[in-house]
């Protein structure tokens, strides 16, 4: 892996800005701002073809892996509860029917031998799709140095809307699709409203339509949900369900669920499978028989190990530790054993609701990254996010930043080195 | 009916020509209505208008003082009094065509008049649609307009968007990054909480928000262009989720004064 480029004078002030507004127009990228800082950079991690197929293999594999983990798990309402769930959620979920998520994200990151670590599944409600569907092609087109490499994110787009006209199948013709957002935050809304576009025709041609609206606009009524006015027959969720547990609206949904008059695209299995002692359950259980001998492999040789936060073993000393929230999101909420003091880090035990995670000394990489300064040579750390749609692989989300990746990192876009993605059989086949 | 370019052209266009008038501030141009938002024309609502409480404020500002069209320091004013917007119409060879306040017998604005700073920044937190008519004369005045209006503009919604979307086309072949610089005026979007009065109806897209701190410069950034000192205009109260970054600007040793308005 190699970062694009890393001369900063390659990057003027005018490329940027024509960059960024094309971003904006196509990818509707109009929080392109983080702290006043850009977010989006005009440049590219490469890949080398072997990782890309490495990667993608993984990302198929693990998926299939925590989607066994999950079954096995969410019939087992004590055990959710050990994993942070509410109760009354713990007993919705034991009950969901389960199904992969549409859309999905491992977080891998390359240690300084450059050995490939999964460090998180973003099941729930993964960010970074306009960057990857929109803004990538927009790097291409700008960089002449990138139209020469392969673009293996290129379908998601394309997958994205059949895995989303296959989850409607079914629903009568007049009816809707309702993407309910907290439109409140800008970066979610554009998402979703980019989302609902890049859908709705699609979907129109089932006889779906597709509404989007902000959680203010969902309202129970004696039929059903309706979402800006519209009744809905299926509804994909862009909000937190572990903010909203015990919220009006998550009542509005399980009871429309439970009535049968919503099919709810992502529910309550998407959010276990995102949980970060699903993580820890999966190392536990890495040598059991419900797993195939390629998926143990995976697991034991690219899953960080992971436990619950009162039970790593002993002779792992916290600097070498990173504890997580299990239900952290976008870096919230984690530590870095070496970061705190003993004190620190047995408040954190005590709160039982985290995972200790095996450190992994992520390998450094030299990149352009954009400043509001202008463009800057940086050496920082990069997460490449292997991005699933309905259990298949279908491209990346790679961001730049510092130890912990956070809404601060800068977003880069994912190039491989050989043309195209290597055949799905070999991916199968392969061994880890 | 808008013929010719398509709606979305339109909003392309105007959305690059606000960026490429901003200058430095291009990246602060939200771009929020000009990627959600239709429009059907008019284009263009009337013609370009300054409410007497901005050329007053801007006016106040010190290099200008003592030239033509330039308007000297009111005395008696505190920070927080309101001022009415409603004015007669602007003398003066800086006022060029336009429609603002130069009123000699008027008491004029003091909030800038302490600015010793080279350059000044504007936070106008007002309706947008009574700012934006005035940004070609305020690009005259030396000032770059940046409007950072993060409204998605749908329909039908909470915040209705027709007039600021014509505006925003109508006025981006008007601006122009500006000769001499004497700083930035951010146009706010002052409409973004609604009616505290009007309780929002479910069948209206929600397109309410609040502005977090990183839609607006770094006030380091402000200060490598000079910034030394802010100005914030609005109306009633400080808008509390203006609050962090006005303390952020502070920890950076960047002034603020503030006044509040009234407008018709």
């Known amino acids: 892996m190699r970062g694009l480029i890393t001369d900063p004078s390659r990057i003027s002030d005018a490329l940027y800005r024509d960059f960024v507004q094309q971003a904006q127009l196509t990818g509707w990228l109009t929080d392109h701002l983080v702290r006043g800082e850009p977010y989006l950079a005009l440049n590219a991690v490469v890949l080398e073809a072997d990782e890309n197929c490495l990667l993608a293999g993984l990302t198929e594999t693990f998926a299939v892996i925590f989607d066994r983990a999950a079954r096995a798990v969410m019939g087992n309402v004590s055990t959710l509860v050990e994993l942070g769930f509410p109760w009354p959620a713990a007993e919705l979920l034991s009950a969901e029917t389960p199904r992969l998520p549409i859309l999905g994200r491992f977080d891998f990151v390359q240690d300084r031998l450059g050995h490939w670590w999964l460090l998180e599944y973003n099941a729930d409600t993964p960010s970074g799709l306009r960057e990857a569907v929109a803004v990538e092609a927009c790097v291409q087109s700008a960089l002449p140095e990138a139209r020469e490499l392969g673009r293996p994110t290129g379908r998601l787009g394309e997958l994205l809307v059949t895995a989303f006209g296959r989850a409607t199948e079914g629903l009568a013709r007049s009816h809707a699709l309702g993407i309910v957002v907290d439109a409140a935050e800008l ?28 959680v203010d606009n969902l309202v129970a009524t004696r039929q059903g949900l309706s979402l800006v006015g519209r009744p809905i027959e299926a509804l994909y969720r862009y909000v937190a369900f572990e903010s909203a547990f015990g919220t009006p609206l998550f009542a509005a949904i399980y009871e429309a669920v439970a009535d049968g008059r919503l099919r709810l695209l992502n529910g309550l299995f998407g959010l276990l499978l995102q949980n970060k002692g699903l993580l820890a359950w999966v190392w536990r259980h890495r040598t059991d028989a419900i797993y195939s001998a390629a998926e143990r492999a995976a697991i034991e040789r690219h899953l ?10 002993e002779q792992a000393d916290r600097s070498s530790l990173v504890a997580k929230q299990v239900f952290g999101r976008e870096g919230e909420e984690v530590f870095f054993g070496e970061d705190l003091n003993a004190e620190a880090w047995d408040e ?85 | 009916m808008i013929t010719g370019e398509t709606s979305v052209q339109h909003l392309a266009r105007a959305l690059i020509l606000w960026q490429n008038a901003a200058g430095p501030y291009w990246p602060f141009v939200n771009a929020a209505p000009f990627v959600s938002g239709h429009v059907a024309g008019p284009l263009l609502e009337g013609r370009p208008w300054v409410p007497r409480w901005l050329s007053e404020a801007v006016d106040s500002f010190p290099p200008l003082r003592g030239t033509p069209g330039g308007i000297g320091v009111q005395e008696g004013v505190q920070p927080g009094e309101c001022r009415d917007e409603a004015r007669p119409a602007p003398t003066g060879p800086l006022a060029g065509p336009f429609t603002s306040a130069a009123d000699p017998d008027c008491s004029s604005s003091a909030v800038c008049s302490a600015f010793n700073g080279e350059r000044a920044a504007f936070f106008v937190d007002v309706s947008p649609t009574r700012v934006l008519p005035a940004a070609p004369w305020l690009n005259r005045r030396g000032f770059v307009v940046v409007p950072v209006i993060q409204r998605w503009s749908v329909a039908p919604a909470v915040l209705r968007s027709e007039r600021l979307l014509a505006q925003l086309v109508g006025y981006a072949t008007r601006v122009e990054r500006p000769v001499g610089e ?75 004064v503030e006044q509040a308005i009234c407008v018709d």
């Open chain 1, 187 to 214: 970066e979610d809304l554009a998402q979703m409203a980019f989302t609902a576009c890049l859908i709705a025709d699609t979907l129109g041609k089932q006889g779906v339509a597709t509404v989007l609206g902000d």
């Open chain 1, 304 to 313: 960080a190990p992971t436990w619950p936060i009162d039970a790593y073993p």
């Open chain 1, 348 to 432: 954190v035990r005590r709160r039982r609701s985290y995972v200790a995670q095996r450190r992994v000394d992520v390998g450094e990489l030299t990149a352009v990254i954009p400043t509001w300064g202008g463009a800057e040579r940086r050496v920082g750390r990069v997460t490449v996010g292997g991005y699933v749609v309905a259990g298949k692989w279908a491209g990346y989300y790679t961001r730049f930043g510092d130890k912990i990746i956070t809404n601060r990192a800068k977003w880069l876009a994912t190039f491989v080195e050989e043309e195209g993605r290597h055949g799905e059989s070999s991916l199968g086949k392969r061994s880890y």
């Open chain 2, 182 to 256: 004497r700083g930035v005026i951010f146009i706010l979007d002052g409409d973004r909480a609604g009616r505290s009065s009007v309780t929002a109806s479910p069948r209206r897209f929600d397109n309410r928000y609040e502005y977090p701190p990183c839609r607006f410069p770094a006030p380091d950034f402000l200060v490598t262009q000079g910034i030394r000192d802010v100005c914030w205009l609005f109306i009633g109260s400080f808008a509390d989720d203006l609050k962090p970054y006005r303390e952020a600007l502070a920890r950076q040793g960047i002034r603020s």
